[in-house]
């Protein structure tokens, strides 16, 4: 699911409050990929605790390999 850019954040719309989510976030930093992976309840408060690695293009298939993005 893709989030929506506001004020700096993303905003997910129409989640189930208290359900158990894993956030994925990816973002080309000077040219390389980077991967951020963590689990999490949904709440209406501000999640900023991603922690972003730099991958290779093969790690990032393998580790996103796991999910489901249907």
Do not use: C, W
């Amino acid at each position: 699911m893709q989030g929506v850019e506001e004020n700096g954040n993303i905003r997910f719309d129409k989640l189930p409050l208290g359900e158990e989510v894993t956030l994925v976030g990816i973002l080309i930093k000077d040219g390389s990929p980077h991967l951020a992976i963590q689990e999490t309840i949904i709440s209406k408060e501000i999640y900023n605790n991603l922690q972003f690695q730099k991958v290779n293009a093969e790690e990032l298939k393998q580790r996103l390999r796991v999910y489901s993005f249907s």
